[in-house]
């Protein structure tokens, strides 16, 4: 079942995953992220971390370039 978007249940599940990290006090968060939602990720904070890499056996078109992002969660 696909969930419909622009809902925040990407945002929600993700700040629920930084809260988990931040207890843990893991720091940088860093994600893979598919190019395709490189603005979500920035929307919530994420700042690029190098060049996209093309991945070998993506899977899907939807996963054939990614991009690492990475963020400081606050304290």
């Excluded at 931040?22 to 190019?35: G, Q």
Aim: hydrophobic share 40%; glycine share 6%; net charge positive.
């Amino acid at each position: 079942m696909l969930l419909p978007q622009r809902r925040g249940y990407g945002s929600m599940i993700l700040a629920a995953m930084e809260q988990e990290l931040r207890l843990k006090r893991l720091r940088p968060v860093r994600v893979k992220s598919a190019f395709k939602a490189v603005e979500f990720f920035k929307a919530q904070g994420y700042s690029l971390v190098g060049e996209p890499e093309d991945c070998v056996f993506p899977g899907s078109a939807l996963f054939k370039t990614l991009q690492t992002m990475e963020k400081f969660p606050r304290t």
